[in-house]
Nanobody, 131 residues
Framework: QVQLVESGGGSVQTGGSLRLSCAAS????????VGWFRQTPGKEREGVAS????????YYADSVKGRFTISQDNAENTLYLQMNSLKPEDTAMYYC????????????????????????WGQGTQVTVSA
């Protein structure tokens, strides 16, 4: 079984930075696609970024390109999301998730538009950006 636990959320002013962490109990072949998602009340869950653990290939939503960086620490089974130049629009509950490349691999990256195929989810960590 794969268990994910997020941390690092908090409140920050516009232009500030936060670093989210996601600790995994372990990674299996059905969890090699790992991603960050966010959700606000009244909106559907939005894919933010993904990383393919076997090769480190990353993918980002257009809304966060150039501001967010997804990375991994293989030695500690930890996923990170470095968020810079934060905007009020980034305010959301952020979740890390993991799923099988057999369902999520697009041919060049792990999809973030098919959240239903991510099998494992953390409990979420709140990020609030004030103007």
């Amino acid at each position: 079984q794969v268990q994910l636990v997020e941390s690092g959320g908090g409140s920050v002013q516009t232009g500030g930075s936060l670093r989210l962490s996601c600790a995994a109990s372990r990674y299996t072949y059905d969890s090699y696609c790992v991603g960050w998602f966010r959700q606000t009340p009244g909106k559907e869950r939005e894919g933010v970024a993904s990383i393919y653990r076997a090769g480190g290939i990353t993918y980002y939503a257009d809304s966060v390109k150039g501001r967010f960086t997804i990375s991994q620490d293989n030695a500690e089974n930890t996923l990170y999301l470095q968020m810079n130049s934060l905007k009020p629009e980034d305010t959301a509950m952020y979740y890390c998730a993991a799923g099988p490349p057999s369902k999520l691999w697009s041919g060049s990256y792990c999809r973030i538009t098919s959240a239903e195929w991510y099998k494992y989810w953390g409990q979420g960590t709140q990020v609030t950006v004030s103007a």
